[in-house]
DNA sequence: TAAGTTTATTGCAATATTACGATAAATAAG
DNA sequence: CTTATTTATCGTAATATTGCAATAAACTTA
């Protein structure tokens, strides 16, 4: 118990499921925000730009980077991250297809 | 510790982490497409797709419907559930614009 | 009213997530 | 080599999530 059965369910499903929970912490959303918006990539700034300790900022870096979502580039004794363009793309037409499912009409008991 | 520190995000951050929760289990994702893809409103029907047991597809249906996406309706000692239009179209747009922010094509570093 | 059907709730165990202090590791500067 | 700077890792505490057996609740039918 308390373990994700996620063999009972399909690769497209346990990889939305994935993916979303990679969404699913506001820390991760704004760390992807910033380095969206952020005209050079950013590394240690995201600890003062975001108001969490060092070692939370890192290790949610660590999961967005284990998923494929950024990649890491160390410039001297700092870390520049980076949005992987091609996972963001792929990842995006997958979640895409998700919210864009066509809803029968006939669907109406309530 | 181990709590989310959500008065540090913003609104919208906030909103694309809960949204994501929604979808960030396999059973909540198979669950939904099972109501997009039926063309009658399905039930306990969903216990014998979804291969878990009766209180835990039971939670998972509270959970979404109390996010609001999905809608329950009692007939006799069944209940029926469908997708709420209305909130999946508005998370859609918030996701939506989440999914494709621009890449500021400087951003190079790795 | 009694028995059957379906769904929700309760209670609990197992595991996962979040957060951060302490500290290690890596590099740069003096 | 020593010190400062930056990031990663370890260890641990607090909380959240997942799953299900047991059971309650609501309704139907006999």
Redesign the pocket.
């Known amino acids: ?6 063999e ?1 369910f399909s690769e497209e499903q346990n990889q939305i ?1 994935n993916i979303s ?1 990679a969404f ?5 959303v704004a760390i992807l925000q910033q380095l969206f918006k952020m005209d050079t990539c ?6 003062a730009e975001i ?13 967005l ?1 284990n998923l494929g979502l950024i990649k ?1 580039n ?8 980076c949005i992987n363009k091609e996972v963001w793309e792929t990842f995006k037409e997958l979640f895409t297809a998700f919210l864009n499912q066509d809803l029968n009409s006939k669907n109406q008991c309530c």
Chains 1, 2 share one sequence.
């Open positions: 118990m308390g373990v994700t059965k996620s009972k499921a929970k699913a912490h506001p820390a991760r950013i590394c240690g700034d995201l600890v108001g969490l300790a060092q070692p939370t900022i890192s290790q949610h870096l660590k999961e980077k890491g160390v410039e001297g004794t700092s870390v520049c991250y």
